[in-house]
């Protein structure tokens, strides 16, 4: 008697567990603003990027969604004067600085109460980021101080679609309702590359973010 209630009450949580499920659904609209590193060649980049994106959701059960997007950034990276393995001799060393337009397509789960009517709402966000460029361009260069002179040494310029990086990103997000559906939420994120490469010249290492945006939430009936 008692495994057949066992039984039952697990086919029973198991139905509502699927009736939850695709039940939810979002459209997201954002801006963002970052920092970037290369933390191996310069910590921080001076200079913040803007970029923008959409992302749609619906849910696995009542506090699980899944998320998929696009975003759009482009970002310079200033690696400085180090010793870089695509220098050259005598030293061995150069400026190394790169340009790229990337895609990002992220995926990854979001902990998010669907059936909560509170105004107000806290949740959390786990997402690899596959990142892609539509435009490269790499400069390998030399700055001589007497007479002070600039000299491109190399530059690569690929405009191909390729695959650069992945990312694995975490978001502690809020939202705040406007209407029944339509919400505004900020959310403050860190990045991290999962490629750990010894020496990447093109890509950020990590990013944090900030963005704000509008949401649309609705649910099936």
């Not at 499920?21 to 200079?47: C, D, H, M």
């Not at 895609?103 to 979001?110: A, C, D, L, T, V």
């Not at 191909?160 to 809020?174: P, R, T, V, Y």
Request: net charge positive; proline share 4%; aromatic share 16%.
């Amino acid at each position: 008697m008692k495994t057949k209630f066992i039984l039952l009450l697990g086919l029973l949580m198991g139905s509502a567990v699927y009736g939850q499920r695709f039940e939810y659904f979002s459209w997201t609209y954002y801006g963002q603003v970052s920092a970037l590193s290369n933390y191996k060649t310069i910590p921080v980049q001076n200079q913040p990027y803007y970029s923008g994106g959409i992302d749609y959701g619906t849910s696995l059960s009542n506090s699980l969604n899944i998320k998929i997007g696009a975003h759009y950034i482009e970002t310079y990276i200033n690696n400085d004067k180090q010793f870089h393995s695509v220098c050259d001799l005598p030293d061995n060393s150069c400026f190394a600085e790169s340009e790229v337009k990337y895609i990002n397509f992220p995926i990854g789960i979001e902990l998010y109460s669907n059936s909560s009517r509170l105004k107000s709402k806290s949740y959390y966000t786990f997402r690899f980021i596959p990142m892609f460029s539509m435009k490269e361009l790499f400069v390998k260069s030399e700055i001589f101080e007497d007479p002070e002179t600039y000299l491109v040494v190399d530059s690569t310029l690929t405009t191909n679609f390729k695959f650069q990086d992945l990312h694995f990103e975490f978001i502690i997000g809020s939202d705040i309702s406007l209407t029944r559906k339509l919400k505004l939420f900020l959310e403050p994120s860190i990045q991290h590359t999962l490629m750990f490469r010894k020496e990447d010249l093109i890509n950020p290492n990590y990013m944090i973010s900030f963005r704000a945006g509008l949401r649309l939430r609705s649910y099936k009936k």
